[in-house]
């Protein structure tokens, strides 16, 4: 039963877990049971961020804090990269997705180009030559 609603919850549009939780919700209690279950998983982390910022903002000018934030956003920084680096490994001698990957580091990166209006032209030629590299490979 439970893989039967976990297999609905991955259907329906929305994050999976919350759809799971008001679908177990209602099975065990109804409405009542959906909303009491929704609750319960959203109330601890809303208010988790509200004491989080209230902290952030009393130690926001310690010069600690800083330096822990620049050295998360260098972590962030370098996976990123990693992340990128093996992208492009996969797609090395792919020329048309070097082609593309390379069009959208200029247009957003050097041209300053909007990212919705890049990524709606970079998708669709992305799904070409991925469709057309498949079929070159059968």
């Known amino acids: 039963e439970f893989t039967s609603h976990l297999a609905l919850a991955q259907m329906m549009p929305g994050v999976n ?8 919700g209602e099975l065990l ?11 319960g998983f959203l109330c601890g982390p809303f208010f988790a961020v509200l004491v989080f910022y209230a902290a952030a903002d009393r130690i926001d000018d310690w010069p600690v804090v800083g330096w822990f934030l620049e050295g998360i956003a260098f972590a962030a ?3 990123l990269a990693l992340i990128c680096g093996q992208g492009i490994a996969r797609i090395r001698h792919y020329v048309p997705a070097l082609a593309i990957l390379a069009g959208i580091a200029v247009t ?9 209006e890049v990524v709606a032209v970079a998708v669709p030629l992305s799904i070409l030559a991925a469709a057309r590299r498949l079929r070159k490979d059968e």
Do not use: E, F, Y
């Open 77 to 79: 920084v370098g996976m």
């Open 108 to 116: 957003i990166g050097l041209l300053g180009w909007s990212m919705p």
């Open 17 to 24: 877990v919350v759809n799971l939780l008001i679908g177990l």
């Open 29 to 39: 209690g109804g409405l009542k049971g959906a909303i009491a279950c929704l609750t």
